[in-house]
């Protein structure tokens, strides 16, 4: 190994147990966590600063370095806005902007000093090419996420039509 990359690598050594501990890169070993932090880019904001906003094109998956970030959907027309994540050291969001780069579906906002981890879609795609093994590991770790996230939602909402369905018999046996 060169010196500089030697360097960098031991400048950079802080990020491998926060990204270690997020599931997306869980599975690595240490020379594919060492392609990968090459390829990320460190961003700091200040509280108030947004990180991205709804309707944006989405550029990838956010670690918390540092901080904490709200994930938050305006509501409807008027400008209420409902919080849906916090994001705090060692969390991530908008993993699925790996996948597509459609627009993003809500904002993220730090709500004090924050400092990021990006891995943006095109250094997938960049890692996919030049190590298709590691890009298919990460990969199969973002699929798995997106799943979870997904049988967590299905079940939220089953949830919550079962609790409707008892409000409205509970509701229509009291007009009786």
Known sequence: MNRLL?????????????????PLFRELNRRELEAVVQLIEIRKYSTGDVVFEQGA???????????YVE?????????KKVLLAQSESGSFFGETALLEGVPRTAAAVATEDTKLALFSR??????AEQRPHLGVKIAIQ????????????????QVARDELA???????????
């Open 142 to 157: 973002l699929s798995r996420i997106v799943a979870e996230r997904l049988r967590q939602t299905n079940h939220s909402l």
């Open 57 to 67: 094109p989405g550029d990838g998956v956010y670690v918390v370095l540092k901080g």
């Open 122 to 127: 095109d250094a997938l795609h960049q890692l």
């Open 166 to 176: 008892a409000k409205q018999k509970e509701d229509g046996e009291d007009e009786s």
């Open 6 to 22: 030697q360097r960098w690598l031991e400048r950079e050594k802080p990020l491998f147990p926060k990204l270690r501990a997020i």
């Open 71 to 79: 994930v938050v959907q305006k509501d409807g027309e008027e400008d």
